[in-house]
């Protein structure tokens, strides 16, 4: 058997599990250096003697059952990733020196009012004018993200029209589900990838056509005439011959174009069928979003939808939780959030990057004063929202509503 960890054995290997003797290969390098360039599925080809071929007439035995590594495919679950490396502990980083946002100027207030007045249907503009500001008080909160970008593998047997690929299985023990290649093209972003397994490739004849590359069409059942459209196959049209099946009730077959054969969909009219064993490669980012020391009273909708300030941001294999952050809450939300993403994705998946942000969400309570009513509204995020629950100044559709 191959010594633990060394793939491909570093001498001649002895017969697989299917008694196959797999082709050498030069110690250490997977594939070999001789190897071709891969092929359209981005996987590398066979590369056996020509002798290894099997002649375009001759039987191909299917893929025996039970690959190492692929046993419980098809089963819908994922392949368990392998056991996670603990990186070496790391500082998190600078801490930023100025947590706080300039406060908004009685101007700036009164126009964001202004703003989000005239978008509303019925809203009048006389408070945005009048009104007397008493009390402008900065609320602002800090929204903690958590970013935890996973990989995730799944295989099952597949199949598709054979092209010419060479049967590979005989020549190479299949890799391990997680050493085949596969990388994201961008971090942090969902991707999917669909990859035929090296090693793993046979070739059989088509079932649904029994490899003739045609099937017959079950429109005129195989006999590439049809019912009559136009005279509903009785031959006669208008107390005269139908003009279109000459009185046959007949007409030809617009499916197989008289032919009574289709070109069968499995194959593609090639004959014969590559099965092979896919692998599906998921990455995912995970976001985990809090809002910490939120005293705005807004919904949480509400702050999640506008931007900040970013105060803080790292990223790395496994991040580490924020201690020792000037605001406590912060840094109980990033020690929280961290070890509950290690328990929640290392079963099924294998964490490859994190990313934390700490942003400073400006939010900014005024109230004001207009014709007696003493009334309040909020400017939070960097677009300058803005929420006015008690606007004193709407017509009765707009209360009802």
């Known amino acids: 058997m191959n ?75 994922f392949v368990p990733p392998p056991a996670p490396t603990q990186p070496a502990p790391a500082p998190p980083g600078p801490v930023p020196e100025n947590w706080s946002i300039p406060s908004l100027t009685e101007e700036e207030a009164r126009e964001a009012l202004e703003n989000f007045v005239s978008e509303q249907c019925c809203y009048g503009s006389d408070p945005v004018k009048e009104a007397v500001i008493t009390n402008m008080e900065p609320c602002n909160t800090f929204r903690y993200r958590l970013e935890t970008f996973t990989e995730s593998r799944n295989a099952e047997q597949a199949q598709k029209p054979h092209e010419g690929e060479v049967a590979d299985f005989y020549t190479q023990p299949a890799p391990q589900p997680w050493e085949v290649q596969a990388t994201p093209t961008k971090l942090f972003t969902d991707e999917i990838k ?29 006999k590439g005439k049809s019912v009559c459209s136009l005279c509903n196959g009785n031959g006669r049209r208008d107390d005269g011959d139908c003009p279109k099946c000459s009185a046959s009730g007949k007409e030809r077959c617009g499916i197989c174009d008289g032919t009574g054969k289709k070109e069968c969909k499995t194959c593609d009219g090639k004959c014969r069928l590559l099965s092979y064993i896919k692998l599906k490669v998921e990455w995912t980012n995970h976001v985990d979003s809090q809002m910490v020391q939120d005293q705005s009273g807004l919904k949480p909708d509400c702050l999640q939808s506008v931007t900040g300030k970013e105060l803080f941001q790292n990223s790395g294999f496994m991040v580490y939780p924020l201690l020792g952050f000037p605001n406590p809450a912060i840094s109980d939300t990033s020690e929280r959030l961290i070890r509950e993403s290690q328990s929640k994705f290392a079963q099924n998946s294998r964490i490859l990057q994190q990313r934390q942000t700490v942003e400073l969400i400006p939010v900014t309570k005024v109230k004001y004063q207009w014709k007696s009513n003493d009334c309040s509204f909020s400017v939070y995020g960097s677009e300058r929202k ?16």
């Open 3 to 77: 010594p633990a960890g060394v793939y491909p054995p570093p001498t001649t290997p002895a017969p697989n599990a299917f008694g196959n003797q797999p082709a050498y290969a030069a110690p250490g390098v997977y594939p070999p250096p001789t190897a071709p360039a891969p092929n359209a599925f981005g996987n590398q080809p066979a590369y056996a003697a020509p002798a290894m071929h099997h002649p375009l007439n001759a039987a191909v035995p299917t893929m025996p059952m039970g690959v190492p590594g692929y046993e419980g495919m098809g089963s819908g679950g």
């Open 194 to 222: 669909e990859i035929r397994v090296p090693f793993t490739s046979t070739v059989q004849d088509c079932n649904n056509c029994q490899a003739k590359g045609k099937i017959s069409c079950k429109k005129c059942n195989g």
């Open 386 to 401: 803005v929420q006015a629950d008690d606007y004193p100044d709407t017509c009765a559709c707009c209360v009802i509503l």
